[in-house]
Nanobody, 126 residues
Framework: QVQLVESGGGLVQAGGSLRLSCAAS????????MGWFRQAPGKEREFVSL????????IFADSVKGRFTISKDSAKDTVFLQMNHLKPEDAAVYYC???????????????????WGQGTQVTVSS
């Protein structure tokens, strides 16, 4: 059974940085797509970024381009989301997700992901 465990959330001032981690276990992730989503109160879950385990290609939502980076440590089956220049509107619960598919063109849809972590809270004070 695939499990995803996020960590690294917390409270940060606007302009600050946080690094989220997603530790994956219970599967062979060579062909998976690993994504990050976020959900603020009263809003739908929205796509933030993804990385393809094979090859390392990345995609970012327009709202985080230039501020967030995504990376992976294949030896530890862990994906990282480095968030810089955080804004109050970045505050949300951040979720790690994994899809067994390459997800060309549908990567921003939560339903395309097969596994989800429990989420980690990110709070940004202004």
């Amino acid at each position: 059974q695939v499990q995803l465990v996020e960590s690294g959330g917390g409270l940060v001032q606007a302009g600050g940085s946080l690094r989220l981690s997603c530790a994956a276990s219970g599967g062979t992730f060579s062909w998976y797509t690993m994504g990050w989503f976020r959900q603020a109160p009263g809003k739908e879950r929205e796509f933030v970024s993804l990385i393809r385990w094979n090859g390392g290609a990345t995609i970012f939502a327009d709202s985080v381009k230039g501020r967030f980076t995504i990376s992976k440590d294949s030896a530890k089956d862990t994906v990282f989301l480095q968030m810089n220049h955080l804004k109050p509107e970045d505050a949300a619960v951040y979720y790690c997700a994994a899809s067994r598919r390459t997800l060309v063109g549908r990567h921003y849809l939560p339903d395309e992901y097969d596994y989800w972590g429990q989420g980690t809270q990110v709070t940004v004070s202004s």
